[in-house]
């Protein structure tokens, strides 16, 4: 099966879709199917990846606000594409120009449309949650929702990354064809990889002894992951018990967290790191795991988390949410400093071991990248079977 991706969140320079499309060309590969994307960039030009997998870069002006994306316009190059490859699925996941693009092209694929993210969370919840209630901003923003079922209607079918979105689209009044929840590389992410030496070190390097707490968590630096209030929450529990917290990742708030952190030592900023290997021992080496952000709709990190024998201390709505259970996390209310202090506090007075122990457990049930890709393919498989059967029908 050849599928090609139109896929305007494809940044080289990081992102949860970029982690999830990264593997993903590895293990269509291993399963006999060939992926193709077709991501914006600066220039035109090709990358190949395993098998037959390769990006195909379009040249497309940048993001306004955030200059690592870029935004198709010009449809032309892109149906010529799609023309060419003659594809037996293209996928789309932008609600903007390329959902017309694809959902207007002519092609014999089937056409699907993947739910990656809800802009009503990510945006206009977090714009305007100081003005009006979630409730209140919903039914201001349902134009939204009617503008995504004119495009949706152009598709054959629509998947969502996880059960979050669909219960969150259908509260609008959009129906989601299939859930298929996104995986991880289980081979990669394990409590065994817990090294009591790698948890000193990092806490020496926040200036404190190893019986302090040591707090980790992944991300962009952007508004929708809520770090300052994150960072807020820790210092405040910090004052009852040492903490250390580790925060891997960067981007258009960098500065702004590096601001927000000066003089704290406890607190240490690092990049985002390839080396998968070592952050899957940094993830098994902590204490805790702790996420912000609510307008996610999968919680992959929060899942490789808990694959490596991490507790979770997450926000109450999101994909992470989904993610958490009371054995082995703590849940907070979403966008509440507060609430997220109390949780830290009630997780590190729990028994430590007994928590590392329960999310080792819950671990065994999470997918892994093959298995979405084998979901994915398999339900594929079976739509286009069904709509060649009905096509077979009216035409006999």
């Known amino acids: 099966m050849r599928i090609v991706d139109v896929n305007e969140f494809y940044s080289p320079t990081g992102g949860g879709v970029r982690s999830y499309i990264d593997r993903k060309f590895a293990v269509m590969a291993a399963l006999g199917h060939e992926l193709i994307v077709i991501a914006p960039a600066r220039e035109d030009h090709i990358e190949h990846r395993a098998g037959k997998g390769r990006i195909i870069y379009v040249k497309a002006p940048a993001m306004p606000f955030d200059s690592n994306y870029g935004l198709f ?9 799609l ?62 929702s009617r503008y995504m079922r004119r495009f949706l209607g152009r598709f054959d079918t ?30 990669r992410f394990s409590p065994s990889l817990r090294s ?23 991300g962009r630096h952007h508004p929708e992951k809520r770090w300052p209030m994150v960072i807020d929450a820790i210092e405040h529990a910090a004052q009852a018990h040492p903490i250390g917290f580790v925060l891997i990742g960067h981007g258009v708030e ?5 601001r927000r952190v000066a003089g704290n030592r406890h607190i240490r900023l690092y990049r985002a790191t390839g080396d998968r290997h070592q952050l899957a021992r940094m993830m098994a080496s902590c204490d805790a795991f702790i996420h912000g952000c609510e307008a ?26 989904d993610v958490a259970q009371p054995a082995f996390a703590e849940s907070f209310a979403a966008r509440d400093m507060h609430a ?29 990248d093959r298995d979405h890709a084998v979901a994915l ?11 060649d059967e009905t096509q077979a029908r009216r035409s006999a």
């Open 73 to 81: 316009w010009d449809a032309a190059p892109i149906t010529a594409l």
């Open 83 to 144: 023309d060419e490859l003659d594809p037996d699925v293209v996928e789309c996941c932008s609600p903007w120009r390329p959902a017309w693009i694809v959902g207007n092209w002519q092609g014999r694929a089937l056409k699907s449309f993947f739910l990656h993210n809800d802009n009503i969370a990510t945006y206009a919840q977090r714009w305007f949650e100081s003005v009006a209630s979630p409730a209140r901003i919903e039914r201001a923003f349902a134009w939204y």
């Open 158 to 187: 629509v998947v969502s990354n996880g059960p979050n979105l669909v219960k969150r689209m259908a509260a609008r009044g959009i129906h989601v064809d299939a859930a298929m929840p996104l995986g991880i590389e289980r081979d």
């Open 196 to 218: 009591a030496e790698m948890r000193a070190a990092i806490l020496a390097e926040c200036g404190l002894p190893p019986g302090a707490a040591l707090l980790l968590g992944i």
């Open 254 to 258: 960098t500065a702004a967290v590096e």
């Open 296 to 321: 996610e709709t999968f919680g992959l990190v929060v899942s490789e988390a808990l694959a490596s024998g991490a507790p979770l201390i997450v926000p109450d709505e999101g994909g992470a949410a």
């Open 340 to 368: 997220c202090t109390a949780a830290i506090t009630r997780l590190l007075s729990r028994d430590q071991r007994g928590l590392r122990d329960a999310a080792a457990k819950a671990s065994e049930n999470i997918w892994s």
């Open 377 to 387: 393919t398999d339900y594929y498989a079976h739509r286009i079977a069904l709509r």
